[in-house]
């Protein structure tokens, strides 16, 4: 983002003014699509009515950050310096704030034609949107992370649900969610095995909790996880294990005694901002150092 488009979405009088100059240069219908990153939705909507879109979109990507690994380390992250920046966030994770979008511009425009977008997965979401003023819906996560099937699913499971509803037998029917606080209690201890794992010097390539996955490149050693070559490798490491002393400390991982203790365990305090110095805008971005995107074939996990 180069301060053009979520830019000009922020500005109710740039909105009016790039819907104006559409409205002169096609005769079709036009939607203006709204960005969520805003107080105030409704009054970028009503900019866009009044510049002569003939409805709105909602809503738009909404600005996120992906994730922070075990080490402070943003994924993804670009170059050397690992840094990253703010990107568009979509699909189910943001249905609250399209919800909350669509119904605002619905109460604010009554009648204005809405079509909603923002974590539609299923004939009950598609209903939500309904229900909140949306005239039409948007699929795009979804169908990306199945196949266009799925909107032959929504309609068939949206005409159940309008069935359903006309039932009377069943109007107390509905998805209920029950969760306690006992999670709090599994986050303090999660956090506390967070911060030792840390200040573990032979666990400094752990991702949190979770081990290192080798990675099983075509020309490198490794054997593939499958048919005859995983009965190799099985028999190779029950030979391994056969041959070593599980009482003496070696120099094989997991015959390791005793086990690695912490040099130096970090209170809350110490890891408070430590991802700050590798966030920032786009234009901090180096664009020579290109990330590409790697299924290996044999785990077939995603690699940055």
């Given at each position: ?72 380390a943003a994924w ?6 690992k840094r990253t ?25 009554p009648g204005y ?192």
């Amino acid at each position: 983002e180069r301060g053009m488009g979520l830019a000009c979405g922020q500005d109710p009088y740039m909105v009016k003014s790039i819907c104006e100059w559409v409205r002169a240069a096609v005769k079709i219908p036009f939607f203006a699509k709204m960005t969520p990153n805003i107080t105030d939705i409704r009054k970028i909507a009503s900019a866009a009515k009044e510049g002569g879109a003939d409805g709105v979109t909602a809503t738009n990507t909404v600005s996120g950050l992906m994730g922070l690994r075990g080490d402070s380390a943003a994924w993804p992250n670009i170059g050397t310096e690992k840094r990253t920046t703010y990107g568009g966030m979509s699909g189910s994770a943001i249905r609250p704030i399209a919800l909350r979008g669509v119904s605002a511009i619905a109460n604010a425009l009554p009648g204005y034609p809405i079509l909603a977008t923002g974590g539609i997965e299923s004939a009950e979401t598609g209903l939500q949107f309904l229900h909140a003023g949306a005239s039409v819906l948007q699929v795009c996560s979804a169908v990306q992370n199945q196949d266009f099937t799925v909107v032959e699913d929504y309609c068939t499971g949206l005409k159940a649900l309008l069935y359903l509803q006309g039932v009377e037998a069943l109007k107390d029917w509905d998805a209920v969610q029950n969760q306690d606080f006992t999670v709090v209690e599994d986050y303090c201890t999660g956090l506390k095995a967070l911060l030792y794992l840390q200040g573990v010097e032979a666990l400094k390539d752990w991702d949190g909790q979770s081990p290192p996955i080798p990675k099983h490149q075509l020309g490198k050693p490794h054997l593939p996880n499958f048919g005859k070559f995983r009965d190799e490798k099985q028999k190779i490491i029950r030979e391994n294990l056969s041959k070593t002393d599980l009482l003496e400390t070696t120099t094989i991982e997991f015959a390791k005694r005793p086990a690695n203790e912490a040099k130096r365990v970090s209170a809350i305090k110490d890891v408070i901002g430590k991802s700050l110095n590798t966030i920032g805008s786009y234009g901090e971005l180096d664009n020579k150092q290109q990330k590409v995107a790697l299924i290996d074939d044999v785990s077939f996990i995603l690699w940055d």
